[in-house]
């Protein structure tokens, strides 16, 4: 790293030191303790003068071990919140290349720098709306004219959320602060594909279902990679206000039915619960975990043997969780359509009961209303679709919490998630007895 000094002054926190040592990211746990950022931060950052750094607070992790990490953090600096994405390289030369390249191209952030290198840490730290792979952000961020003519009305961007050098969501808001909708920015083409995601299934699904509500998308602009949709009302399965949980996922279980009845858009096919897939997730948490590397792998061999078939091909959502899933006027809007594909219905209501056994485990929900929402959400589903035999749920949902929740506790640094590992794996065992 270039500075032995600063690996001696910091131990291995609390929230990594359940992570074995990653030889390719020597940095990761210095930038993963949010202390150590922000004194970093505030030598570097400042346009004229040090910074006053008065909090940071880590708000998304992308971890691929072996490889690099990218860590949004936010920090207050008087009264005034900024983002800041940081990514690590290989190499001094290589991080020199990222930050004279992001120069050339940067904004101004007010009072702190646009981009800045540490060279110690082969680091570059990016304030947003800059961002290394995302050219449009700026003007989404402003809004330029030629998006904002997209939402008639639109003078102001609120950020909702943000993947680095991938792609990030604003709110649109109109001069009284009224949302008019919402705007996401790629860093590629997949907008294009969201854009047609969108269309079809509005045309399949109409706007009045008494079960499931689907966002319209409002426009696309090619030029600057974004997708324009429109604002849903609702609130999210556990936010403070909402109805009976046990209703809420009654509800859920009914619009994933109804959506699982809709012709899919294209032919692209799920594939997290592929026994590749979950070979690949299953090396990569023992990489880093040796305690649990023997188990994870040998519970991913026998997922590949309780897997097997096709079973029924139906469109599913991709991505059900908390955040994507509103409940408004007895039905449940799902947004986010980014990750919508073919696959088993099986391999989404697994997903769904494995997010609650999860929650369960790591004390987001308490475990005694598990079982409850889990039946919930099997019968609301079953009032208007067959739902899956139990052995395929059974498969899917122990795949979902290999695949999506026990790899998302390591490639997103989750620190309850990382000290209930074993846990975690031993119910996925428990799933498939």
């Known amino acids: 790293m270039g500075s032995r000094s600063i690996v001696q002054a910091r131990e291995r926190g609390a929230v990594t030191a359940a992570l ?27 346009a ?32 005034v919140g900024f983002d800041v994405a940081a990514s690590t390289f290989r190499s001094v030369e290589r991080s020199e290349r990222a930050y004279a390249e992001a120069i050339e191209r940067a904004v101004a952030c007010g009072p702190v720098r646009p981009v800045v290198h540490d060279p ?4 570059v730290f990016w304030t947003f709306p800059n961002d290394r792979k995302i050219a ?18 639109w003078i102001r961007s609120e950020l909702a959320s943000y993947a680095p050098e991938k792609a990030a969501t604003v709110r649109c808001l109109d ?7 919402f705007a996401k920015t790629y860093a590629g083409e997949e907008g294009v594909r969201a854009r047609y ?7 399949s699904l109409g706007p009045d279902d008494p079960y499931l509500r689907l966002p319209r998308a409002r426009g696309y602009s090619p030029a600057l990679r974004t997708l324009l949709v429109e604002s849903m009302d609702g609130l999210p399965l556990h936010a403070p206000g909402a109805p009976d949980p046990r209703a809420g996922y009654r509800r859920l279980g009914r619009a994933l039915a109804r959506l699982h009845g809709l012709t899919p858009p294209d032919v692209l096919r799920f594939r997290r619960a592929d026994p590749d897939r979950l070979e690949a997730a299953a090396d990569l948490i023992g990489s880093v975990r040796g305690d649990v590397a023997v188990s994870v792998r040998g519970l991913a061999r026998e997922l590949a043997q309780r897997l097997g078939g096709a079973g029924d091909v139906v469109c ?5 969780n908390f955040r994507n899933a509103l409940l408004q006027d007895g039905r449940v809007a ?47 589903y079953s009032e208007l679709r067959t739902a899956p035999g139990e052995d395929a749920l059974r498969a899917h949902t122990a795949a979902a919490l290999l695949g999506e929740r026990a790899l998302r506790v390591v490639t997103r640094v989750r620190p309850e998630g990382l000290r209930r590992l074993p846990a975690l794996l031993a119910e996925a065992r428990e799933v498939l007895a």
């Open 175 to 181: 001069d009284r602060g009224r949302t008019l909708g």
């Open 48 to 79: 004229e003068a040090g910074l006053d750094v008065a909090s940071c607070r880590r708000l998304r992790v992308k971890y691929r071990v072996g490889a690099r990490l990218r860590v949004v953090h936010r920090i207050l600096a008087g009264t």
């Open 197 to 203: 995601v969108h269309d079809a299934l509005a045309r």
């Open 334 to 380: 799902l947004i986010d359509l980014d990750q919508v594909a073919t696959g088993p219905a099986a391999a989404e209501l697994g997903s769904v009961l494995a997010s609650l056994r999860y929650g369960g485990r790591v004390g987001l929900l308490s475990p005694s209303i598990v079982p409850e929402l889990s039946a919930s959400l099997l019968a609301g």
């Open 20 to 46: 074995d040592r990653d030889p390719a990211v020597p940095q990761r746990d210095l930038l993963l303790e949010p202390a150590f950022v922000a004194e970093r931060l505030a030598r570097l950052l400042g």
């Open 316 to 320: 599913l959502h991709g991505d059900v």
């Open 120 to 123: 110690k840490l082969t680091t």
């Open 136 to 153: 449009a952000l700026p003007a989404v961020a402003a809004p330029a004219p030629e998006v904002a003519e997209l939402h008639p009305g």
